[in-house]
């Protein structure tokens, strides 16, 4: 089983930085990578597939990257709204899916 | 539009059993891979099972191989998971979801809660 490996645990960042999180995978997945976020109460939503494109109606500021075991999620200039929890996760292998322990991105 | 809606959920004591249900609309729902996917309070996601379309395979984490069982009913759009032996970390808010083509997860429903607790 892929293991997917996420940091940080908590990303602090103040409205208007840039966030950079990271995603690993125990082994490679080529390109096989989507992002979620997730708010308090709700479901997840895809943001990224395919490591690096945006899925539909997601904003130009979240950008993807990387390829085999290396990941990162860059958004570029937090807005309120993107304070959430990320997840990444791998689909090379499916099933099973597997998911990374999550990025938690707060307001500094 | 896609709508994924979960029902079962519950307070069940340890060693006990429950039946979740998800009724899927607005897509060929026998026509997709279904996925449950679970969520212990203040967690991240874990992958619970997935069935094929046609329900001829079925995958389990090992969490809950042998104690849980997926099926579906095509002519309902209705995805079911049996759940027996539950235990204190089976709580969780469980979603049922497609699997997309590429294999991520595009629609989720809003969650069923299970609470194992005596």
């Known amino acids: 089983e892929i293991e997917m490996t996420q940091s940080p645990v908590t990303l602090s960042v103040s409205p208007g930085e840039r966030a950079t999180l990271s995603c690993r995978a125990s082994?490679?997945?080529?390109?096989?990578l989507a992002w979620y976020q997730q708010k308090p109460g709700q479901a997840p939503r895809l943001l990224i597939y395919g490591a690096s494109t945006r899925a539909t109606g997601i904003p130009v500021r979240f950008s993807g990257s990387g390829s085999g075991t290396e990941f990162t999620l860059t958004i570029s200039s937090l807005q309120s709204e993107d304070f959430a929890v990320y997840y990444c996760q791998q689909y090379n292998n499916r099933p099973p899916l597997s998911f990374g322990g999550g990025t938690k991105v707060e307001i500094k | 539009q896609v709508q994924l809606v979960e029902s079962g959920g519950g307070v069940v004591q340890p060693g006990g059993s429950l039946r979740l249900s998800c009724v899927g609309s607005?897509?060929?729902?026998?026509?997709?891979?279904m996925h449950w996917v679970r969520q212990a309070p203040g967690k991240g996601l874990e992958w619970v099972a997935f069935i094929r379309y046609d329900g001829s395979s079925k995958y389990f984490a090992d969490s809950v191989k042998g104690r849980f069982t997926i099926s579906r009913d095509n002519s309902r759009s209705t995805l079911y998971l049996q759940m027996i032996s539950l235990r204190t970390e089976d709580t969780a808010v469980y979603y049922c979801?497609?699997?997309?083509?590429?294999?991520?997860?595009?629609?989720w429903g809003q969650g069923t809660l299970v609470t194992v607790s005596s």
């Open positions: 607005g897509f060929a729902f026998s026509s997709y891979g």
């Open positions: 979801a497609p699997m997309a083509a590429v294999g991520t997860i595009d629609f």
């Open positions: 082994q490679s997945i080529s390109n096989n």
